[in-house]
C-alpha cells in the first residue's frame, strides 16, 4: 500500500463430544461412530480455523491502494487502511488520520508504477508481510520520488478482510556500493507514555543491539524468530544472511540510543514496535554515523517476543 509520504493464531477449535459407553455385553464401542466423530470434529475445525490470504489476493489490494494514489482518491485509499495503520512520513511517524491528511494536502503527479519480485510472508495467521520491489515516475509537492523502491506492506486480518497497517519504502541501492549518508545529527527524545507493550518489545530490541556492539552473534541470533527476514535497500536477507550481514565486518566505536518507541498490537501473537535509533561507529571502515526509522515485528514464541520481520531505513 503506497505510503502517502511518497513514500498478524490460527484459533484452535478444540472439539469435545461425549464418547458412547460399551454395549450392555460389554463389547466396545463402534468404530464407525468414532471414526465419524473424530472426523466431524475435524470439519469442524477446519471451517473454524481463519483461511491464509493469497499473494495474489494482497496484492491486489495492494494495487487499489497504488491506483487510490495515483488517481488522487482518498476515500478509496482509506477504506484500506486499518485503524492501527502506521507509517513514516516526511515529518516523523504518521498513524491512519495522518497519513489521510497527508494524502489530501500532497499535490502528487502520478505517470506510472510497476511491481516486480513480490514475496508474501506470514507472520503467525493474522499478519501478512508482502515486499516487493516498485518501479514509479511521479512527482509529489515538485520533487521527483525515486524511480525504483524496495517496498515493504504489512497487512492485518479485520474480520473477513485484509487491511493495510504500516507501508515503508527505501530506495533500491547495490550492495556493494557505499550506503548513503543519513540524516545529520541526532534525534531527540519527544516526551512519551510508557507502556507495557512497547516496554517488553524494546527490552528484544536492545538486546539484540547490545549484542551488535559487543559483537556477539549469539545475542544477536538470540532475539531472532525462525523464519526471521531483515529488510533494506539492498532486498531481503533471511537469517543465515543476516547474521553474516551483522557478525562479519570489522567495526569500531558502536553505539546507539533509541528514541520515541511505539509498540502497537497487531493480532494476538504479534505486535509492531516502530522508534529512531542515532546509530554511531564505523564498521570496514565506513562510518555509521546517522539516524536511522526502525519497524520491528515481534511474534510470540511460547511466553517470548522474537522478532520475525525488521526493517530500517535512513531518517
Do not use: H
Not at 73 to 80: N, R
Amino acid at each position: 500500500m503506497k505510503k502517502i509520504s511518497s513514500l498478524l493464531l490460527f484459533l484452535a477449535a478444540v472439539i469435545t463430544f461425549a464418547a458412547c459407553g460399551g454395549t450392555s455385553d460389554n463389547k466396545p464401542a463402534n468404530a464407525t461412530n468414532a471414526n465419524a466423530a473424530n472426523a466431524n470434529a475435524a470439519n469442524t475445525a477446519a471451517k473454524t480455523a481463519p483461511a491464509a490470504p493469497t499473494k495474489d489476493a494482497l496484492m491486489a489490494i495492494e494495487k487499489q491502494g497504488w491506483e487510490s494514489w495515483k488517481n488522487r482518491d482518498p476515500k478509496a485509499y482509506e477504506e484500506i487502511l486499518s485503524d492501527k495503520y502506521v507509517a513514516f512520513g516526511l515529518k516523523g511517524r504518521v498513524d491512519k488520520a495522518g497519513a489521510v491528511k497527508s494524502f489530501t494536502e500532497q499535490k502528487c503527479e502520478v505517470k506510472s508504477y510497476s511491481f516486480t519480485d513480490d514475496q508474501m510472508t506470514l507472520i503467525g495467521s493474522d499478519v501478512a508481510v508482502l515486499t516487493f520491489k516498485a518501479a514509479q515516475d511521479y512527482v509529489c509537492d515538485g520533487k521527483k520520488g525515486a524511480p525504483e523502491t524496495w517496498s515493504a506492506s504489512v497487512y492485518v486480518r479485520d474480520g473477513d478482510k485484509w487491511k493495510n497497517a504500516f507501508y515503508a519504502e527505501t530506495p533500491v541501492v547495490d550492495p556493494k556500493a557505499a550506503a548513503a549518508p543519513g540524516k545529520t545529527g541526532e534525534a531527540k527524545a519527544a516526551e512519551s507514555k510508557p507502556d507495557a507493550l512497547t516496554d517488553a518489545m524494546m527490552v528484544v530490541e536492545k538486546e539484540g543491539w547490545d549484542g551488535w556492539v559487543a559483537r556477539d552473534p549469539k545475542r544477536v541470533e538470540g532475539v531472532m524468530a525462525k523464519d526471521f527476514m531483515y529488510f533494506s535497500g539492498t532486498g531481503r536477507k533471511d537469517k543465515a544472511e543476516s547474521m553474516k550481514g551483522w557478525s562479519e565486518p570489522k567495526c569500531t566505536g558502536l553505539g546507539y540510543t533509541f528514541v520515541e518507541p511505539m509498540g502497537v498490537q497487531l493480532s494476538k501473537d504479534v505486535a509492531l514496535v516502530t522508534y529512531k535509533s542515532n546509530v554511531k561507529g564505523s564498521c570496514d571502515g565506513k562510518p555509521l554515523g546517522s539516524t536511522i526509522w526502525v519497524a520491528s515485528f515481534d511474534i510470540k514464541e511460547g511466553d517470548a517476543w522474537k522478532n520475525a520481520f525488521y526493517m530500517d531505513l535512513p531518517r
